[in-house]
């Protein structure tokens, strides 16, 4: 017996998943035999990415948590300094710039909102670009920008995100910091985000709309590891975050490969 007629005797004498008893006479079989195969290979490679992605979800909320409580444990171990906001570096103000001064090419910028929807701790790859050049202010590796307002709550608009590129057009509601030497840029963001979220939440003002400037917190006391702690507690974070990124990157590309089967599936 051919190949071929050997696949389709097995084919055909392995019982289908509704469990109903079908006669295939040999002048047709071949042609169900192609497209019940056509139309089970989707199904199964769907569900096996539909496991998959539902064994990926947990796996990056697990690292999430960890790294947040990797930072609040190496925090209340470390030995601490009391410093000022002020004492981290010069603020700076940015220019006016809304979702609708947006194209979809021209310089790199980052608006006031992607610091909540688009931006984690680090920033270091941009996303959205404008054309509107004229009195902007650019970033500096290594600044620590504040998101300034939301309608949301206080603590929630605790969010800095440190930008690790040169020259980004930077615009909306937001106020900078240049770190000082003396400082870890990376670290402060973590430590800002995940130990001192509420404590500076409590100078922020408002109901309906609620914000914050750098005059509000430039004198609220902070306390923080030594330098030597900081560069190596963000070298352990920024390596966990990469890690994290590598999994949420192939979850995107499993749930894209699982909506074309879906597709599939239904042609």
Do not use: W
């Amino acid at each position: 017996m051919a190949p071929n007629c050997r696949f389709s005797t097995l084919l055909l004498h392995t019982p289908l998943p509704c469990k109903r008893t079908v006669i295939i006479s040999s002048k047709f079989g071949a042609a169900l035999i192609c497209s019940l195969t056509e139309h089970t290979y989707p199904i199964v490679e769907f569900l096996g990415l539909q496991l998959i992605v539902e064994s990926t979800i947990p796996l990056i909320k697990d690292f999430e948590v960890r790294r947040s409580a990797i930072i609040v444990k190496h925090f209340r171990q470390t030995e601490k300094n009391e410093v000022c906001v002020a004492d981290l570096g010069n603020h700076f103000n940015v220019g006016n710039l809304a979702k609708d001064d947006l194209s979809e090419t021209g310089k790199p910028c980052i608006i006031y909102g992607e610091l909540f929807t688009t931006y984690g701790e680090i920033i270091s790859q941009i996303e959205s670009h404008t054309n509107k050049t004229e009195g902007m202010i650019l970033s500096k590796k290594g600044d620590l920008l504040f998101p300034s307002s939301t309608t949301v709550d206080a603590v929630s608009l605790i969010a800095p995100s440190v930008i690790n590129v040169d020259n980004v057009i930077l615009g909306g509601d937001m106020f900078g910091i240049h770190i000082s030497h003396n400082y870890n840029a990376q670290y402060l963001s973590y430590y800002f985000n995940h130990i001192a979220k509420k404590q500076l939440a409590k100078f922020a003002k408002g109901s309906t709309i609620i914000h914050l400037h750098y005059t509000d917190i430039e004198k609220a006391k902070l306390l923080l590891p030594s330098l030597e702690e900081q560069n190596r507690m963000a070298k352990c974070l920024v390596a966990l975050d990469k890690k994290v990124s590598v999994e949420q990157n192939l979850l995107s590309s499993l749930t894209c490969q699982k909506s074309y089967l879906l597709q599939q599936m239904f042609i």
